[in-house]
C-alpha cells in the first residue's frame, strides 16, 4: 500500500466525460489498497474565460480603466477548480468511493498575500492523512490558498501543478503522478522532432532546466517545490486506458520519473533540447564602465517587473566604455525601452538598438558538468547549418543559445541529432 498523490490538468477534465475517465484512474488506485488524493485544475479553457470576466468588468461598468480588486479576481477565477472537484467528487461517489472535495482554504493551504501569484507558506496535511486512513479520497482544488489576510489567494497560472507538489509533500506522499495530455518528458517538442523520445527518468535540476527555458510539461514552481522536497514525481497521460496493463504498477508507472539525480544509474551527457520563441534582444551601446552600471540597467527593469535572461558584456580595448546587451520576452520589449528611456542620463548610454524574434535554444544534461567539448559541438554543428549565433549562456548543466527565429527549428533537430537523442 502506498500514499498517492493524483494531479489532473485542464483537458483532462474538460468535460463531463473525461470527469468520468479521470474518475476511473483514481478508483485503480483506490482499488489497490492505495490511500490517495487528488487535485484538479479547472476544466478546459474556463479559467481563461473567468479571467476576461473580470477584466472585462470594469468596461461594462462604464470605466475605461482596467482597475479590479486583486482579491475579487482570485474570488472569480478560483471558481472554476471548485466546480472540477466537486464534479470529481460525485462521480467517484457514484462509482462506490468515499469521496469528499475540498476547497484550498479548507485544509488550509497558507499563502502570501501577493493574490494572483501567491506563494505557498504552509499545509496542515495532518486531516488529510487521517481522512485518507479512513478510506476517503480528499478531491483537492487546486490553484489555491488562503492568504493572511483570511481571503482566497490564488497561486498564479499553473498553480495547480505545485499545489499538487506541495500537498504531496505535507501527507509525505510516496509520489505524486501528474496527470496531463502528454504521457511524459521528451528529449525535445515531438512535434518539431518526430524523432524525440520519451524519458524513463529525468533529475529535478534537468526537468527545472526544461520547464524554465521552455518546456510546457511541468510549471517551473512545481518543479522547484518537488526537488526541495525530494517529491517523487511522475508525468503521466491520463488518455490512456485506466485499465490497460501497467497502468497501475506501483513502482514504475507509464510516464517520466522526476527524482534526484542519485536514482539515475546512466547519466547521459545530454538529456534534452528546450527552446523558447518570442525573444528580444536589447543593447546598449557605450556605457561608461564603472560600478554600478549593472544597476542602473537591471534595476529599474526588475522594479517593472520585466524578466531579464541572457546577459553578454563587451568591454572595449582602454576599458572605458562597455556595451550591454541582454533579452526579455518579445512582450516586454516596448515596456523595458520605455524604462531604460527614462533612466538614459542615470545609464549613460550613447544608443541603445532592440531586435524581436530571436528563439533560445537550450541544451541540458547533468552529465555534461563531467564531459569536456559539449558546447564546441552544439557550435560546430550550428555553424555546419549556417546558423549565426547571436548570443550564449552557460551553467553546469545548460547550453543556451540566441539565434534568428527562422532557424528554431533546423537548430532543435540538428542539436537532437547531434547528442544522439534520436537513437533508440
Known amino acids: 500500500m502506498a500514499r498517492i498523490v493524483m494531479k489532473f490538468g485542464g483537458t483532462s477534465v474538460a468535460d463531463l466525460n473525461r470527469i468520468h475517465n479521470v474518475a ?5 488506485e483506490v482499488d489497490a489498497g492505495h490511500e490517495v488524493a487528488v487535485v484538479v485544475s479547472a476544466m478546459s479553457g474556463k479559467t481563461n474565460e473567468l479571467v476576461g470576466w473580470v477584466e472585462n468588468m470594469p468596461k461594462v461598468a462604464g470605466s475605461n480603466a482596467p482597475f479590479y480588486d486583486a482579491r475579487e479576481y482570485d474570488a472569480v477565477v478560483a471558481s472554476g477548480e471548485q466546480v472540477t472537484s466537486g464534479l470529481l467528487a460525485i462521480a467517484l461517489q457514484s462509482m462506490g468511493i468515499n469521496a469528499r472535495s475540498w476547497q484550498g482554504w479548507q485544509l488550509p493551504i497558507k499563502t502570501d498575500n501577493a493574490h494572483g501569484a501567491a506563494r505557498i507558506l ?8 487521517r481522512r485518507m486512513g479512513e478510506g ?3 478531491v483537492v482544488a487546486g490553484f489555491q490558498g488562503l492568504g493572511p489576510d483570511n481571503r482566497l489567494a490564488t497561486l498564479g497560472r499553473g498553480g495547480s501543478d505545485t499545489s499538487a507538489v506541495a500537498i504531496a509533500a505535507a501527507v509525505r506522499a510516496d509520489r505524486c503522478d501528474i496527470y496531463t495530455d502528454v504521457d511524459g518528458v521528451y528529449t525535445t517538442d515531438p512535434r518539431i522532432e518526430p524523432k524525440a523520445r520519451r524519458l524513463k527518468k529525468i533529475a529535478f535540476e534537468e526537468m527545472l532546466e526544461m520547464a524554465s527555458l521552455g518546456a ?3 510549471q517551473v514552481r512545481s518543479v522547484e517545490l518537488a526537488m526541495v522536497h525530494k517529491v517523487r514525481t511522475f508525468v503521466r497521460s491520463s488518455f490512456e486506458d485506466p485499465d490497460a496493463p501497467g497502468m ?6 507509464p510516464g517520466t520519473l522526476i527524482c534526484d539525480e542519485d536514482e539515475i544509474v546512466e547519466q547521459e551527457v545530454v538529456t534534452g533540447i528546450a527552446y523558447a520563441k518570442d525573444e528580444a534582444q536589447i543593447s546598449l551601446r557605450r556605457l561608461a564602465d564603472r560600478p554600478g552600471v549593472s544597476a542602473a540597467i537591471f534595476g529599474p527593469l526588475a522594479e517593472a517587473h520585466i524578466n531579464v535572461d541572457m546577459i553578454v558584456q563587451n568591454i572595449s580595448e582602454d576599458g572605458s566604455k562597455t556595451d550591454m546587451t541582454f533579452t526579455v520576452p518579445s ?12 533612466n538614459k542620463e542615470t545609464i549613460g548610454y550613447d544608443v541603445i538598438q532592440s531586435e524581436s524574434g530571436l528563439v533560445k535554444v537550450s541544451v541540458i544534461g547533468i552529465g555534461m558538468r563531467s564531459h569536456a567539448g559539449v558546447a564546441a559541438s552544439a557550435f560546430r554543428a550550428l555553424a555546419d547549418k549556417g546558423i549565426n549565433i547571436k548570443a550564449i549562456t552557460t551553467s553546469e548543466i545548460k547550453i543556451s543559445i540566441l539565434i534568428d527565429g527562422p532557424y528554431a527549428e533546423l537548430a532543435v533537430r540538428t542539436l537532437h541529432s547531434v547528442y544522439g537523442l534520436d537513437k533508440s
Open 216 to 218: 510546457k510539461v511541468l
Open 248 to 253: 497501475g504498477d506501483l513502482m514504475n508507472p
Open 136 to 138: 476517503q479520497v480528499a
Open 24 to 28: 476511473r484512474h483514481v478508483k485503480r
Open 331 to 342: 512582450g516586454d520589449v516596448d515596456k523595458a525601452l520605455k524604462v531604460l528611456g527614462e
Open 122 to 129: 504552509d499545509i496542515d496535511g495532518a486531516d488529510i492523512i
